[in-house]
């Protein structure tokens, strides 16, 4: 049988030029027995059992899965922890409920304002309104003008109910 | 993407990781502790499992941080375990059952691997024994696939040298 190609391939592997498949090859090679003298004395080199063995049981399994039990444990409790921490959130029906009464506060005191102005006659209403706007007008006249026309500023009064009859 | 589970993905990988861990380690009971570790590494950091290509050189790469870091405290603790000339942990060994099957020559060229810096030791242990592509094992060791390359050359060189050497002198 000619050992060349396994020669080539071992060739080679010392040089670091084999693919992983020709090195299973050579060690698949190496695995059988009755190899010639001359490679037999590699054999050591490409034996398996080189690599190390399987060494870790299931007690190994059991031991790691209960550790990550323990990490799962604390795990939970600190989410439930965590809920409890969130002030916050814990006190959002609250803010809500201020956040009503806030409503209901700034609404009713928007509702105030015309209550304040009760319920007279509308007529009497627009007649003060007029009365308010002469005295207004005259005030932003010069002192001299606005004493003249000081009395007359009640006349308007009669004309505006007319007015609106 | 295929989701991973912790059982299904992870855990199944603890023989490889230990395989490393004890060539990186050269202590038995020392692996066992960085294969723990590492496992529980991988777990806390659940969240970014998504994120990974390969969950096998994720958890490779820490495994080899968590044993290297475990040397350096040992190298801190007792200066006498300078890489390369710690003596092996021959524990490994002396398991009868391993011991009656084991011939002396692959005892002895387990011994040669062990006896290799610590990269060329993990490099070939991922090459050579666990089948990894020079880019995934460039991608656990965090280092070139030039170097990967470089390393397993001078490993395999090494390895044989001493080995041929030795049988010169009829093992």
């Not at chain 2, 020079?134 to 390895?159: G, H, P, T």
Request: one cysteine or more.
């Amino acid at each position: 049988m000619d050992y060349k190609y396994i020669e080539q391939l071992m060739e080679r592997y010392w040089e670091g030029e084999t693919t992983l498949q020709e090195e299973s090859i050579l060690r698949n090679f190496f695995s059988q027995d009755g190899l010639p003298e001359e490679l037999q004395q590699y054999q050591p080199l490409f034996d398996t059992r080189l690599g190390g063995e399987q060494a870790l049981g299931d007690d190994f399994d059991e031991r790691i899965i209960r550790m990550i039990g323990d990490e799962q444990q604390p795990e939970v409790s600190s989410s439930s922890q965590a809920r409890l921490i969130s002030i916050s959130s814990r006190l959002k029906p609250l803010f809500k409920a201020a956040a009503i009464v806030a409503i209901i506060l700034t609404l009713g005191n928007a509702a105030q304002a015309p209550w304040n102005y009760g319920w007279d006659n509308p007529k009497d209403e627009y007649a003060r309104f007029h009365q308010q706007q002469a005295a207004d007008s005259s005030a932003l006249l010069n002192p001299v003008q606005a004493e003249n026309i000081g009395d007359s500023a009640l006349l308007p009064k009669p004309e505006a109910t007319h007015y609106i009859e | 993407m295929k989701k991973v589970t912790f059982r299904n993905d992870v855990l199944p990988l603890k023989n490889e990781l230990f395989r490393l861990a004890l060539r990186i380690t050269l202590n038995r009971a020392e692996a066992e502790d960085v294969v723990q570790e590492t496992m529980m590494k991988v777990w806390n950091r659940r969240e970014q499992w998504h994120e990974i290509d390969s969950i096998e050189a994720f958890c490779l790469a820490i495994c080899r941080n968590i044993a290297l870091d475990k040397m350096k405290k040992a190298e801190n603790q007792n200066q006498s375990l300078e890489e390369g000339h710690d003596a092996p942990d021959s524990s490994y060994a002396s398991n009868p059952e391993e011991q009656a099957v084991q011939k002396d020559r692959v005892r002895f060229v387990r011994q040669l691997i062990d006896s290799l810096p610590e990269k060329q030791r993990s490099v070939m242990q991922l090459r050579d024994f666990e089948g990894k592509s020079y880019k995934e094992i460039a991608q656990i060791l965090d280092i070139s696939e030039e170097q990967v390359k470089v390393n397993i050359f001078r490993a395999r060189q090494a390895v044989k040298q001493k080995y041929i050497k030795a049988e010169g002198y009829g093992l």
